[in-house]
């Protein structure tokens, strides 16, 4: 009963395919934790990431992965598959492709509820979160180059307000930066993830009367 309530609200409160643009205006970002943050004026590069939804018999999870040590940039750091769009593509096509290409996820076994708000990152990327059911399962093998492990994490914990936290860093000669975090075992969700996380959990549960008793209909 949970998982289906929990698709249907999905289904239901998540933005259409067909609404999504390459041209869309960020609806949450870095800065909003950073409002005195300088935000220079720039053309953002269109990205996208599929967040997959595991419909386990005991709770759904999600599915994320831990970056590769060997890259250049965010080394280490958990991530949802996905990146840049190719020319031509749609945030939809550009995350099941890359999480093919990252962790061999069957595009056919994805079923795509809908687009999550998109996301301004400070390093000027506007990410699409494209928002994916899998009713079984899935196989995966990761990317050596790109992905150094792929894991699950419990939908309940993401969505409980009560892990999400505001965390710091200080850089010498400039403005701290904060940032949403929700540390997880000993993996540590942060950043435009945890961000994404905050935004999907406000979109599903935020107009709700009793946003707790609602989360509540769909955790396991």
Known sequence: MSLATLRERL???LIPIGEWSPDAV??????????DAERPERSLRAAAVLVPIIARADGATVLMTRRADTLASHTGQIAFPGGRLD??????????REAFEEVALDPAAVEVLGLGDSYETGTGFLITPVIGWLAEPPSTTPAPDEVAEVFETPWDFLMDPANHRRDFYDRE????????AMPWEERYIWG????????LRTRLYGDEAEPLAA?????A
Do not use: K, M, Y
């Open 173 to 180: 000669g400039q403005p701290r930066r904060w940032f949403w």
């Open 11 to 13: 289904a239901g409160h």
């Open 26 to 35: 960020a609806r949450r970002s870095d800065f909003d934790l950073n409002p």
């Open 192 to 199: 435009a993830t945890a961000g994404i996380l905050r935004g």
């Open 215 to 219: 989360a509540g209909e769909d955790a």
């Open 87 to 96: 020319p031509g593509e749609t945030a939809v096509q550009a995350a099941l």
